[in-house]
């Protein structure tokens, strides 16, 4: 017998893991491993959203026009230039469909996030990766990986899952060293935790490649992270019009609801809450930080609302046994963290900066397993 075959390459895509929870009775669960605003979403977000209940019936505007002239206003950025996706994860697919196929190639760093490599994939692409420098993005690195066959490179800045940031004047540098038909895309998703005034998610990049004519630099964005909104699916991309135009003709039609629209509006009204946020975060990751490396642990400097932490002691293999005992040991108490080892980072676990409860109880068990 036949069977609908998919094409070649699609077989090797290993699915991509969330962040792991389980719910057991009598056990209180805190859940640090997909990075979630500690916070929750803002009330006017929730508000808004619950308020769209008596219009799911409705279509939602397509262009969702509402998002971007607010995310326009208060980016200071033309509205025409942003689309807006379900998730920041839907515009990279949207990026790799559009602009590759079998035979070519896409670029990220070594530990970058997973789903380059599969959107990369999923279009008969193969992925590249460079090596950091310190859990760093390493420009030189970059600049040498690429090959003729390259048209996208990727780059998360702040990056998950290290947490570390590349400077300004770097992915400038990275910029211009790339050949003019390379897509060069900024994952900023990460970007609301900065407070460093001389940090560029993208923008000034993307503002350049538009004034110059050059149609070769995208940011992307997500609502998934500091706004609290991961469940509703919620992200946008700023770029030259060429590239939003070419996502546009590719995108689902009605691919963000109408209750996305509406709460994605509402969180970015409410700016008070992205600076609490912001704030609980500053002060969590400094303690949580210092906790953990006073009880041995290694801590990659991060900017981001989480922490990746190196075990203790012994050698690569003796560490990443570590590794898989304390994150077992914590979610046998509910307390869920992520494995990094598809980061190619298996002495590693990646810890999510949530509520002082979490994060105590967390440390608690942390204490108890080292003791």
């Known amino acids: 017998m036949t069977a609908p075959t998919p094409r070649p390459g699609i077989l090797d895509i290993i699915a991509y893991a969330p962040g792991k929870v389980a719910v057991r009775d009598g056990v209180t669960t805190y859940k640090l491993s997909s990075n979630e605003s500690a916070l929750g979403p803002s009330p006017k977000a929730v508000a808004a959203f619950e308020a769209a209940g008596p219009d799911l019936h409705i279509y939602p505007d397509g262009s969702a026009r509402a998002l971007r002239e607010k995310l326009g206003d208060h980016n200071d950025i033309p509205a025409d230039h942003i ?15 559009a602009y590759l196929g079998p ?3 896409a670029l990220q760093t070594d530990h970058g996030f997973a ?15 460079a090596p950091e420098k310190d859990h760093k993005t390493d420009v030189d690195a970059l600049l040498a990986a690429v090959e003729d066959s390259t048209k996208v490179v990727f780059v998360a800045n702040p990056n998950n899952p290290t947490g570390t940031v590349v400077p300004a004047s770097e992915l400038q540098r990275l910029r211009e060293g790339l050949r003019e038909d390379i897509l060069l895309v900024v994952d900023a998703a990460y970007s609301e935790y900065m ?4 940090y560029d ?4 990049m993307v503002q350049d490649a538009i004034a110059s004519g050059a149609d070769n630099v995208v940011m992307t964005r997500t609502f998934s992270k500091i706004y609290g909104l991961g469940g509703l699916r919620l992200g946008w991309a700023y770029a030259p019009a060429p590239i939003i135009d070419v996502m546009n003709r590719i995108r689902g039609p009605f691919n963000i609801s109408s209750a996305a629209i509406v709460a994605g509006v509402a969180a970015v009204e409410d700016q008070d809450f992205v600076v609490q946020n912001r704030e609980h975060n500053r002060q969590e990751l400094a303690r949580v930080g210092q906790r953990l490396g006073g009880l041995g642990f290694e801590i990659v400097p991060s900017t981001c609302n989480f922490l990746l932490v190196k075990m203790r002691g012994g050698d690569v293999e003796a560490r990443s046994t570590e590794a898989k005992k304390l994150c077992a040991y914590l979610a ?5 963290v992520r494995e990094v080892a598809e980061y190619r980072l298996p002495e590693f676990l990646r810890i999510s900066i949530g509520s002082l409860e979490a994060n105590d ?10 003791s």
Not at 116 to 121: K, N, P, S, T
Not at 201 to 204: C, L, S, T, Y
Not at 332 to 336: A, P
Request: hydrophobic share 45%; aromatic share 8%; proline share 2%.
């Open 103 to 105: 035979g070519d190639t």
């Open 361 to 370: 109880a967390m440390l608690a068990i942390v204490e108890e397993f080292v």
């Open 83 to 97: 689309v807006c996706g379900a998730g920041s994860d839907e515009l990279l697919q949207l990026i790799c469909k």
């Open 115 to 129: 789903v380059y490599h599969l959107a990369a994939m999923s279009c008969g692409a193969t992925m590249l990766y």
């Open 201 to 204: 998610d993208g923008r000034a």
């Open 195 to 198: 407070d460093d005034p001389a």
């Open 332 to 336: 046998e108490r509910g307390v869920f």
